[in-house]
Structure formats: structure tokens, C-alpha cells
């Protein structure tokens, strides 16, 4: 084989074993947020019969960034709130809405539409 051949090789293989964990073995729904400029974690949260993604990891200490995008008029979700950041935002059909806080204690947080119907989680690392 040239070179070439086994670098094709090796590609498809490696693809091959992406596939298989992306479908069989991630987390369905949990993201883990990454850091842009300036430090903070960002992360967009798609609002429809639930949370999209509805687990999301970050770092303790760091500015997170939740961009909330509700696209159902479900009156149900039309709040979010995280209790133990005294957080909580409207959130109006298709508008993009921010949340920001800093969590600096490690641990689970729930988040919930304000009836407690749908659910998400914040894990701080
Ligand atoms: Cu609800």
C-alpha cells in the first residue's frame, strides 16, 4: 500500500469508531460546554417538549452561557429556571434568550420550566 492508501484506511477506520460511539455509546442529550473567548461557556439550548441538550457540563468558577431558543408555544416551557442560581428567564417563541450566572461549587443543579414538567441538569466540575 502507498501512503496515501493507508491514510485512507486509517481514515475510515477511525470513522468507523466515531460512528459507533456517537450512536451507541455518548450520552444522548449531554454536552459539554466549551470555553470561548473570554472564558466563557457557552451553550445553546434548544427549548421543544424538553431541553436539548438537557444535561450540560461545565467548569466551576467560569462565566456559563446559556442561550435558550423555545421553539414551541407550549405554554409549559415558557419559563426556565434554575433555583440554585436564582435564575430564571421568560422565554418568547423563536427569541434567543440569555442566560449568564458563574457557578463556583461543584455539583448537580437541576433546571425546570416553572411547573417542574420538563427537566434538565447542570453538572459543575
Ligand atoms: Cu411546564
Given at each position: 500500500m502507498t501512503g496515501a492508501q493507508i491514510i485512507v484506511t486509517l481514515g475510515g477506520i477511525a470513522l468507523s469508531i466515531f460512528i459507533a460511539w456517537f450512536f451507541w455509546l455518548a450520552p444522548k442529550g449531554q454536552i459539554r460546554a466549551a470555553a470561548g473567548a473570554g472564558g466563557v461557556q457557552e451553550v445553546a439550548v434548544i427549548v421543544k417538549g424538553g431541553y436539548t441538550p438537557d444535561v450540560i457540563v461545565v467548569k466551576s468558577g467560569q462565566?456559563?452561557?446559556l442561550n435558550f431558543t423555545r421553539?414551541?408555544?407550549a405554554a409549559c416551557s415558557e419559563k426556565v429556571l434554575f433555583p440554585?442560581?436564582?435564575q430564571s428567564a421568560l422565554l418568547p417563541e423563536g427569541e434567543q434568550v440569555t442566560l449568564e450566572?458563574?457557578?463556583d461549587k461543584p455539583g448537580e443543579y437541576g433546571f425546570?420550566?416553572?411547573m417542574g414538567m420538563l427537566r434538565g441538569k447542570l453538572i459543575v466540575e
Open positions: 462565566p456559563v452561557r421553539q414551541e408555544s440554585d442560581f436564582n450566572f458563574t457557578p425546570q420550566c416553572q
